[in-house]
Nanobody
Framework: QVQLVESGGGSVQAGGSLRLSCAAS????????MAWFRQAPGKEREGVAR????????YYVDSVKGRFTISPNNAKNTLYLQMNSLKPEDTGMYYC??????????????????WGQGTQVAVSS
C-alpha cells in the first residue's frame, strides 16, 4: 500500500507562485509514474502533469506548460509541483497520484491507483 500526502496549497494573487509537495510512504513509496491532477469547483478532475520517475521525463498539459514544473526528490520520497505565474483559472483542489506505469499524453484518472487527499489552491485576480 502506498500513502500520498499533499501539502503546500494556499491563497495567492494572480502572478504569484506556490510549491506543492506530495510525500509518499509505504511499499515502494515512489511509484514509477507520478502525476498531479486538479479539480476546479463544478468541474471534473483533470490531469495537469506527469513524470516517469525512472528517467524524469515529464509531460504537461498546454494550459500549464511553461508555468508549472514537476520534479521528484527521490531521497525524500517527495514529488513537487512548482507553480509560477498563477492565474485565477488555476484555482482548485490539487491531487497527487501514483502508479507503476506511465503512458503517454495527458494523465488520466483511470491510470492511477493511488491518490492523496488533496491540497487547495486559490488564485485571486
Amino acid at each position: 500500500q502506498v500513502q500520498l500526502v499533499e501539502s503546500g496549497g494556499g491563497s495567492v494573487q494572480a502572478g504569484g507562485s506556490l510549491r506543492l509537495s506530495c510525500a509518499a510512504s509505504g511499499y515502494f513509496a515512489m511509484r514509477y509514474c507520478m502525476a498531479w491532477f486538479r479539480q476546479a469547483p463544478g468541474k471534473e478532475r483533470e490531469g495537469v502533469a506527469r513524470m516517469d520517475i525512472r528517467d524524469s521525463s515529464a509531460y504537461y498539459v498546454d494550459s500549464v506548460k511553461g508555468r508549472f514544473t514537476i520534479s521528484p526528490n527521490n531521497a525524500k520520497n517527495t514529488l513537487y509541483l512548482q507553480m509560477n505565474s498563477l492565474k485565477p483559472e488555476d484555482t482548485g483542489m490539487y491531487y497527487c497520484a501514483a502508479d507503476s506505469w506511465c503512458t503517454n499524453g495527458t494523465p488520466v484518472e483511470s491510470e492511477f491507483g493511488y491518490w492523496g487527499q488533496g491540497t487547495q489552491v486559490a488564485v485571486s485576480s
